[in-house]
């Protein structure tokens, strides 16, 4: 019991030093810090256009689908002409 709880203890130990030296690292070396944040926002960006653009074709596709439905098929074809005139550069917003 003795010797799991000290061999806990001394992983805890290690991993707060590397921590610290971690920190240390990119307080000596700003300009990685800012790199490797700059990297990471650039990624979220990224990742959130291109999801969003996926939703979104996703979306028109599958209301696409609706459209000859006879209750909201005229709502949404309407709602497809809006975004087909935006696309086409006659609607603005």
Do not use: C
Request: hydrophobic share 50%.
């Amino acid at each position: 019991m003795y010797a799991a709880n000290r061999r806990l203890l001394q992983i805890a130990a290690r991993l707060e030093e590397s921590q610290l030296r971690d920190m240390l690292s990119l307080y000596k070396h700003p300009f990685q810090l800012i790199w490797i944040n700059f990297l990471a926002g650039l990624s979220r960006g990224v990742g959130l256009t291109v999801g969003t653009a996926l939703f979104l074709a996703f979306s028109a596709y599958f209301l696409g689908q609706f459209i000859s439905l006879p209750l909201i098929g005229e709502y949404i074809a309407k709602l497809l002409d809006i975004v087909d005139a935006y696309r086409s550069g006659s609607l603005t917003p």
